[in-house]
């Protein structure tokens, strides 16, 4: 019965070329926007370099005060005193990082400018998250203590800055006039991992900015709290949410805190749709839902217009089948399967076309480090996507041609 | 085998009422061939399609292989007809994307007979009707008459009890019509089927069992 369908699929998609040709079109740049967005979202949720502990970590990106009285709201990262002071002095953590979110800087080499992405962090860091170190190590505690100028580079900074040199362990990198001695160099990391990205990371202590002096709530920072293992999870949210509660906020103008140690996805999501206590996951289910809808709702519909064209060029056919025994629910079946085979083909298409698009956005370097990739992951959602394409354009076609009348149908 | 009990059949739109059969009252008997015949427009063709139960009477009650089929469901209308009844059309009806033996095989896809069992039997009726050497040819490939008899071979594929063909020689020459007219009465003399024949021609009328006129929806003869 399949084999069938399908030699009846081919045919018809062989006879008129052009509907063919829009049906396929319509589905696979359908399906290669989805792809691509898939991957993105994969990559901004999946990829585990340099957190390979996100099992066992929470992170504190944003906080939120606001005051009932007067509706002020003051919203970004924490400062390096709230993190410093309040979450390391949780029982639960075994190590802390803390690291500032990038600063815009310049280097440059041979009156030539390479832009630089600083990133100020403190010794936990380097625990917290494994960096894959092409060469040297990262610096310690000791040398954070003393504000040593010592740095941590990114295998493209090195390369911009040092060009072919096979070691740079030991050389100084300039930077808004100040030199600081290289001690290691790690693999780049996507800028899409927001917090763990930089072209150069620098003690702390080595900011022009003295992070320690500064009691304020708010500032450029954010944290990662490791857990000893994933079961300790939960009881280190409750730490660090009843720590929050305890915490007087110091400026007269608020009188709630917002801060919260979420695992990785939520605090991203937090960050762009958090609203005080809200988390803002719920809101972008809805949100991405029904873009994914609206986005697949046109060319469904100009597909189901081109199944019903095609279906009437088909009636005696379908005549035919109901006279020798079909039902129409089996009509109704044969044609969903048809149109499935059709949006597979078009999905088949998408692939290929996704591969090339991914290719093009990744050496295009528009999104620094970003690789954009095919995996199971997005091929599962591509393969669903073809598969609720298929159903949407197919029930309603379907539905129609079953219940053509078979001596009208036979008489077209 | 085939009983119909004062059927009428009245189509309607918002301005005229058209009265297609009145009081159709007819028996066929098991192994019978009937043919029947009319000027244009008299009916004949929504007879047999109301036989075949692929249209319903507004009035009356058909009876077919001792089954009342007035309150069968979709369902159970098509595997009837899949069991009982094969069809001939005068411009044959053949699915141009298919090859003749898929074609051939289309009323045993809606059974429970696996693929292979399908392709013999789909072979032994087109051998039946002579086109044994035409398997894997699309309809276009074929003329008229073996275009028929495709149809034909599709017809008795699922041994049907019940044969109903609407003027199967139409659109064929003589010497076309009187092969295709040949392979009907060899099916009914030899394998028993019923046949009931809506046909123009006299002559080949004047080979089945008997004949039945209409005018005007109703039978004069």
Redo the contacts between chains.
């Keep these: 019965?399949l084999?069938?369908y399908f030699?009846?699929a081919i045919?018809?998609l062989k006879?008129r070329k052009f509907f063919t040709f829009i049906s396929l079109f319509g589905i696979s740049f359908t399906l290669t926007v989805l792809m691509l967005l898939t991957a993105f979202i994969d990559r901004v949720g999946n990829s585990n370099y340099p957190d390979k502990k996100r099992d066992r970590s929470l992170y504190i990106l944003n906080m939120e005060m606001t005051g009932s009285k007067n509706g002020a709201m003051s919203k970004g990262p924490h400062s390096f005193y709230f993190l410093d002071h309040y979450a390391k002095s949780l029982k639960t953590p075994v190590k802390v990082a803390i690291s500032s979110m990038f600063d815009f800087s310049s280097a440059y080499v041979n009156n030539k400018k390479v832009a630089i992405s600083m990133k100020f962090t403190n010794a936990d860091y380097w625990d917290v998250l494994d960096y894959d170190f092409l060469e040297g190590k990262p610096f310690g505690k000791q040398q954070i203590e003393n504000a040593e100028r010592v740095a941590v580079i990114s295998e493209d900074t090195k390369n911009a800055y040092f060009g072919d040199a096979p070691s740079v362990v030991g050389k100084y990198i300039e930077v808004d006039n100040i030199k600081y001695r290289v001690s290691g160099v790690v693999k780049n990391v996507p800028i899409t991992q927001l917090t763990m990205y930089g072209d150069m990371y620098l003690p702390y202590t080595v900011s022009k900015n003295n992070y320690t002096k500064d009691k304020g709530l708010n500032g450029n920072f954010s944290g990662i709290l490791l857990a000893k293992s994933a079961d300790d999870l939960p009881k280190m949210q409750k730490e660090y949410s009843d720590m929050v509660s305890r915490i007087k906020i110091p400026d007269k103008e608020f009188d709630h805190l917002y801060s919260f140690a979420d695992t990785y996805f939520t605090s991203l999501i937090r960050i762009i749709l958090g609203n005080g206590p809200e988390s803002g996951i719920s809101k972008m289910i809805i949100g991405l839902s029904i873009f994914v809808f609206l986005f697949m709702l046109l060319p469904t519909i100009n597909l189901v217009n081109i199944n019903i064209t095609r279906i009437m060029e088909r009636s005696?056919?379908i005549?035919?089948?109901?006279?020798?025994?079909?039902?129409?629910?089996?009509l109704v079946y044969q044609f969903i399967v048809e149109n499935i085979i059709l949006t597979l083909l078009g999905g088949l298409i998408g692939v290929v076309l996704s591969v090339v698009v991914m290719q093009i956005i990744n050496s295009s370097g528009l999104i620094a480090n970003l690789n954009l990739s095919l995996n199971y992951m997005v091929l599962f959602c591509s393969l669903l996507a073809c598969l609720v394409f298929g159903l949407l354009s197919g029930v309603y076609p379907a539905w129609r041609m079953s219940r053509l009348?078979?001596?009208n149908a036979?008489k077209a | 085998m085939i009983k119909l009990q004062n059927i009428q059949k009245v189509y309607r739109t918002d301005t005229i009422e058209t009265l297609a059969l009145n009081g159709i009252n007819l028996d066929v008997a098991k192994g019978e061939f009937l043919s029947i015949m009319g000027p244009s427009g008299c009916g004949k063709s929504t007879l047999l399609n109301i036989m075949g139960l692929l249209d319903e009477p507004s009035k009356g009650s058909i009876s077919i292989a001792e089954q009342t089929t007035g309150r069968f469901n979709d369902k159970q209308l098509a595997k009837f007809r899949n069991q009982k009844l094969g069809f001939i059309f005068q411009s044959y009806h053949l699915i141009g994307d298919l090859q003749v033996i898929d074609n051939v095989e289309l009323p045993l896809l809606y059974r429970d007979t696996n693929a292979k069992e399908r392709r013999r039997l789909a072979t032994e009726a087109l051998e039946k009707v002579g086109l044994s050497n035409r398997l894997k040819h699309f309809p276009k490939q074929l003329s008229g008459g073996q275009r028929q008899r495709v149809a034909i071979a599709r017809a008795i594929v699922g041994n049907p009890e019940i044969i109903l063909a609407d003027e199967p020689t139409g659109n064929l020459d003589s010497a076309m019509g009187n092969e295709i007219m040949d392979i009907l009465l060899q099916l009914n003399r030899n394998d028993g089927t019923t046949i009931v024949m809506v046909t123009h021609d006299e002559n080949m009328a004047q080979k089945t069992h008997r004949l039945v006129r209409l005018f005007d929806g109703s039978q004069v003869q």
């Design positions: 019965m084999k069938n030699k009846i045919a018809v006879r005696s056919e005549g035919v089948r109901k006279a020798f025994g079909a039902s129409s629910q089996t009348n078979v001596v036979l």
